[in-house]
């Protein structure tokens, strides 16, 4: 059709038709261009893990700019959406804090086998939105100059875990339990500590860096022998296997530019 259009064109040039004619043609053209364009364009049903929340939308941007495909985002905890994606919620791509979900859908026959690769290692840090609260060497949990400490729920969020093992690894679990307060996911966490619901909390890096800087507030950066890596893995679901804009993201989250964007978030590769 579009080539049909070009050949329209330039007849029409060969005989030097009148300038409405003219128009006419260029719009024959440009709409012909345009519809082959969203007839290749897709959507992508992305589940993402809480922490990767700001780093994802900046990767969607890139994605949908440069592709034409758009992703449609899910947050949550790992351990609820991999409970969502178990009872058939409808996600074609997933992005874990952790590795152990993925291989768990890996070995219940819910992942294109071969897919999964890690695109990203978080890092822990504890944050408060008080810019004097938080010491650079993380005293204040055994000062205990604090009311409440909030963490992600150990059970369904990775960064949640991370916070307990580092807490038992200080030898401060027993005097801070009775202080803390839990979120579902690590971006609820992150929530009850902006708005003063706890005085700080630990989080993802990624949630208070922006440009590679301290956005506000006070931080200390958890020393990564206190918690076991937290390596997040990525995986291509059954349910997206012949959508080209899943494979298309997963293409693109493999990409140098991609890297460079995430390393600005406090992760590693």
Avoid: C
């Avoid at 049909?4 to 053209?29: D, N, V």
């Avoid at 874990?96 to 978080?122: H, I, K, M, W």
């Avoid at 990525?234 to 993201?249: D, E, I, K, M, S």
């Amino acid at each position: 059709m579009i080539a049909q259009t070009f050949a329209l064109f330039f007849e029409a040039a060969q005989k030097s038709l009148p300038l409405q004619i003219w128009r006419a043609t260029l719009g024959l053209i440009a709409a012909g261009a345009l519809s082959a364009g969203h007839a290749q364009a897709a959507q992508v049903q992305v589940a993402v893990a809480a922490n990767f929340t700001e780093p994802m939308k900046a990767v969607a941007a890139v994605f949908e700019k440069t592709t034409g495909h758009t992703a449609l985002l899910t947050f949550g905890s790992t351990g609820k959406l991999h409970a969502q994606i178990l009872n058939g919620a409808p996600f074609e791509v997933f992005l874990a804090a952790n590795q152990a979900s993925p291989q768990a859908l890996e070995a219940a026959d819910r992942v294109v086998p071969g897919s999964r690769f890690t695109y990203a290692q978080g890092k822990l840090a504890l944050w408060s939105a008080d810019p004097k609260l938080v010491d650079p060497q993380g005293q204040v949990l055994a000062q205990g100059g604090f009311r409440k400490l909030a963490i992600a729920s150990p059970k369904t969020a990775p960064y949640g875990a991370a916070a307990v093992e580092t807490l038992n690894a200080l030898g401060l679990w027993h005097s801070v339990e009775p202080r803390l307060v839990q979120g579902e996911s690590v971006g609820q966490t992150y929530a009850f500590i902006a708005t003063g619901n706890a005085d700080l909390g630990f989080v993802a890096l990624s949630q208070v860096l922006e440009g590679g800087r301290l956005k506000s507030g006070s931080l200390w950066q958890v020393p990564p022998t206190l918690y076991r890596p937290i390596r997040q893995d990525a995986v291509l679901l059954r349910t997206g296997a012949h959508n080209p804009a899943a494979q298309a993201l997963l293409t693109l989250l493999k990409s140098p530019r991609i890297h460079a964007l995430v390393r600005s978030y406090g992760y590693e590769l």
